[in-house]
């Protein structure tokens, strides 16, 4: 399928430093697409070797010019493309300043987690000067996924898009678009992020909001000195677009709008979902999006935006507007839908914290669940958890005054512990069956029952216990996990991100979750199959899944801050009996601590 990586000034660019083939090889594999195309199936040129070069490169953002770090000097950076069931190797030089893990986020992995990237769990850091040959097993994926930095914050710029197409013989269970384009919201600081996250340790307070959203790298015509390089997409009226939205934000929710125009998902988070006609969406960090743009509007331009969901009474988040343009060609005279920054020209979105808006798109979601695309909803559960997920806070030390609540620092915890990262790779402890790494009594409830959503808690409450604990789960069994928001410090959405693994949404709700009426309110018929999901403050929601994929998997929080203060947890999923039931061995390249 045709799709193109806008770059500086909405130029195209080439989407990845890629394994040079034969100039006949490659005559006849567009002669083969062509072929397959004609036949009206998808293709793409796919490989199974890509370069990542991480290093420093020059942008200029807001009127002001910073060194970041980029994947080949691109920011977004190159998009990997794969067919379903591929196996693809990227390359990863570190060039950078800085320690850098790359996650390929929504990629099961089965088998082998040695190449899923989060730092010190399961692989050390690439050293500055190191490099990792990394295997991307893709199984089931099938839609739009991304990969991102997973070390400190450096993902802040070092992310891009991951498409998979269907097998060559198949087809999308959707019409098919004229063409595909990449959608990546992002965030933009003009200071160094390393510095925003060292004085967020330093000072054990909230870290600086953003200056900016962005649209595939760009803010938009809504902030000084970027109206030039906003990113604009030509359409012709008439055609339909499979937009593969992303949210690659660090801290924030997004609802995302085009003006005048509805936008049908068909996908979420690399699988198919029935169709969903809605005039915005809802998306969280991590999350993915596939959604078809029919252009049956007059020929204009039209702006699409996107803003923040924040519900945090105590929090201030950033509250401004990224802007791209949907442009129709042809020639066309007094184009006015986005002929000023007026708030007239805007699509119209949700209020910041309008939560049922935006549980209600969530809500919408269901999974396709037809005879070509069935479901497997866990129906007898052997592992329930139920875990609180909370903002919480340590005493200063040193008697000194920290940034955080009444002089506290903050953290966040599940179930009370508050996650502190190993010196080594937990993955590489458990394979070597190395003792204190790590302890394995992640409870499987919260050690204190209270009224979780109470706007008045005791304060010691909000203390939690520093442990590295976690979760051991037999190869096979089915687990359930209700992840309850609390109201300590004021409550917060949580994207909650499973590693290894798509889990069924069978519930959600607001307050505390009731272990006799909401169970019989799950949606066992075709609830929606994800790698992320959004917790509504103060809420819960139920997930449900089967530990087939051993290995050591982390669970966190997708709000960079909060996973920094401690919101994570990780499953270790035992081996089957089988030997295609266990753990593949780790190659002999891997970084070292």
């Known amino acids: 399928m045709p799709f193109c990586i806008y770059g500086e000034k909405g130029s195209c660019q080439s989407s990845a430093t890629k394994m040079i083939l034969p100039k006949k090889s490659l005559i006849l594999i567009q002669i083969l697409c062509f072929l397959v195309l004609f036949h009206h199936q998808p293709c793409s040129l796919a490989?199974?070797?890509?370069?990542?070069?991480?290093?420093?490169?020059?942008?200029?953002r807001l009127c002001s010019t910073k060194k970041i770090l980029t994947v080949n000097g691109q920011f977004p950076?190159?998009?990997?493309?794969?067919?379903?069931?591929?196996?693809?190797?990227?390359?990863?030089y570190n060039q950078g300043k800085q320690n850098i893990t790359i996650h390929w986020h929504g990629v099961l992995q089965p088998r082998y987690p040695w190449a899923d990237g989060p730092e010190y769990i399961t692989q050390c850091p690439i050293k500055p000067g190191g490099r990792f040959r990394q295997k991307i097993i893709f199984s089931t994926e099938e839609g739009t996924l991304w990969w991102h930095a997973h070390s400190d914050w450096s993902r802040a710029t070092v992310y891009g898009a991951i498409i998979i197409h269907p097998k060559v013989g198949t087809r999308y269970p959707f019409p098919k678009p004229d063409a595909e384009v990449p959608i990546i919201l992002g965030e933009w600081w003009k200071e160094d992020i390393t510095k925003v996250l060292q004085q967020m340790h330093d000072t054990g307070?909230?870290?600086?909001?953003?200056?900016?959203?962005?649209?595939?790298?760009q803010p938009g015509d809504l902030y000084p000195c970027s109206k030039q390089g906003t990113f604009k997409l030509t359409v012709d009226r008439g055609k339909t677009y499979l937009l593969r939205l992303i949210n690659a934000a660090m801290n924030i929710i997004l609802f995302f709008a085009i003006k005048k125009h509805n936008l049908t998902v068909v996908g979420v988070d690399a699988g198919y979902t029935k169709p969903l006609s809605s005039e915005y969406v809802t998306i969280s960090p991590g999350q993915t999006i596939d959604a078809l743009l029919s252009a049956n509007q007059k020929p204009d331009r039209y702006y699409m935006v996107a803003r923040a969901y924040s519900t945090g009474s105590n929090h201030h988040f950033d509250n401004t507007t990224t802007t791209a343009i949907v442009q129709y060609k042809g020639k066309y005279s007094n184009p006015t839908s986005s002929s000023s920054s007026s708030s007239s020209s805007l699509p119209s979105l949700p209020f910041y914290n309008d939560t049922?808006?935006?549980?209600?798109?969530?809500?919408?979601?269901?999974?396709?669940?037809?005879?070509?695309?069935?479901?497997?909803?866990?129906l007898h559960i052997r592992n329930r958890i139920f875990t609180t997920i909370s903002v919480n806070s340590f005493p200063c030390q040193d008697n000194n005054t920290c940034a955080g609540p009444n002089g506290t620092?903050?953290?966040?915890s599940m179930n009370n512990i508050s996650f502190v990262n190993p010196s080594t790779a937990l993955l590489q402890a458990y394979y070597q069956r190395t003792n204190g790494v790590y302890g394995d009594n992640f409870p499987d409830m919260?050690?204190?029952?209270?009224?979780?959503?109470?706007?008045?808690?005791?304060?010691?409450?909000?203390?939690?216990?520093?442990?590295?604990?976690?979760?051991?789960?037999?190869?096979?069994?089915?687990v359930e996990i209700v992840l309850q928001g609390t109201a300590l410090m004021g409550g917060i959405d949580h994207p909650i991100h499973l590693h290894g693994y798509n889990f069924y949404i069978v519930g959600f709700g607001l307050g505390n979750f009731d272990i006799y009426k909401d169970p019989l309110k799950y949606n066992l018929k075709d609830p929606p199959l994800r790698n992320t999901v959004s917790v509504p403050i103060n809420?819960?929601?139920?997930?449900?899944?089967?530990?087939?994929?051993?290995?050591?998997w982390l669970l966190h929080c997708h709000i960079d801050r909060h996973m920094t203060w401690g919101m994570k947890t990780v499953f270790i999923v035992k081996d089957g009996d089988q030997p295609e039931e266990r753990l593949l061995p780790p190659p002999p390249d891997m970084p070292r601590c």
């Not at 950076?77 to 591929?86: S, W, Y």
């Not at 307070?205 to 790298?217: E, K, M, Q, R, V």
């Not at 809420?539 to 050591?552: L, S, Y």
Request: no cysteine.
């Open 47 to 60: 490989i199974d070797e890509y370069e990542f070069v991480v290093k420093e490169a020059t942008y200029t």
């Open 77 to 92: 950076g190159p998009t990997i493309e794969a067919q379903h069931g591929d196996t693809i190797y990227v390359n990863v």
């Open 205 to 217: 307070g909230d870290p600086n909001i953003s200056d900016a959203f962005t649209i595939n790298g």
């Open 356 to 378: 049922n808006a935006a549980f209600s798109f969530l809500g919408g979601l269901k999974s396709l669940a037809d005879k070509k695309h069935p479901i497997d909803v866990p």
């Open 409 to 412: 620092r903050f953290a966040a």
């Open 446 to 478: 919260p050690p204190f029952l209270f009224n979780f959503t109470d706007i008045f808690l005791p304060l010691n409450l909000e203390t939690p216990k520093r442990g590295t604990e976690v979760m051991v789960l037999d190869y096979n069994t089915t």
């Open 539 to 552: 809420g819960w929601v139920t997930v449900r899944f089967k530990a087939d994929n051993p290995g050591v």
